[in-house]
């Protein structure tokens, strides 16, 4: 190419490179990222954040709206609502109505979180205690004098651990030794003798309780007697559960322990539009959300929006709903 004609070339080409970037930096500035906080690999949350995401990229992405997750769990998802660090929650029913209303001021010291709404409930959740076969642990109560997994702080179940542990009179000091592991280290350490035990609020299979079957011998435990009686008839949010049989090797009888759902909770301030199109891509897809995890096979959308919300329904949600005639 001569000079000259390089010289005529080079502002068209400016231009172009240059309205090209102004192009990226707009659909960037157009990109609306939702982020999800969840639970462990191995847990159902993980599922259920997944199979959203999916949803709402396959059916949003065109419009720019983009979803991920990242794992925690119940408490951490709640607080990173309200501090706006995440958008979406899935947590505990229990931590969802204890957030709103301000009533457990050791797990949630600044709630009220008022600004709270919620999306939908999900799949019901066991409080699901495994011990090690040798360690002889029966009942809860059994857990004194052991090595015990009492859960990583921020998880749902090392909140609602403490909760039992209120109420069957037990404090850390009881325990031979405490650990803070994530839920997706805990079947491993069972598994090699770290621990005796380890408590898990989980939606029913779970790979976690599958690998700390497979793994070694270990049985879960039934949690019941009269603090369990007591807790329930104390909070609405609980109800009496149980992991059937045979879900797990080993464990061929149903267990009765108590439990609660997994919900999915977002702040007031989430444009309204935002919210309808999530609930929109997850319950027009909603055959392809069931099959995601076998803890989903009952869910119904009619019960998924009436059922164990403590926080109102987020308005972008409630008018899909009404949309469909469900409320
Ligand atoms: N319920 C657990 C929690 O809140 C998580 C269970 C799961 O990941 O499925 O931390």
Redesign the pocket.
Known sequence: MNRSLRIALLPPLLLLALSLTALTSANAADQTNILIGT??KT????AVSNSVCRLVNAELSRKGIRCSHQEG??VKNINEVHSGKVDVAI??SDWQSHAYKGTDKQTFPDAPYTELRSLFSVHP?SFTLVASKRSGIERFLDLAGKRVNVGNPG???RATMEVMMRYFDLKMDDFSRVMELP?SEQAIALCTGKIDAFVY???HP?SAIKEATLYCESRIVPVTGEPVDRLVSDHSFYSFTTIPGDLYKGNPKDIATFGLA?TVVVSEEMDADLAYQIVKAVFTNFNRFKRRHPAFRDLDPRQMIRDNLTAPLHEGALRFYKEQGWL
């Open positions: 639970g462990g847990g159902v949350y993980y769990g119940s947590a505990q959740e998880s749902g179940q839920a609020t989980v939606g779970s997994a």
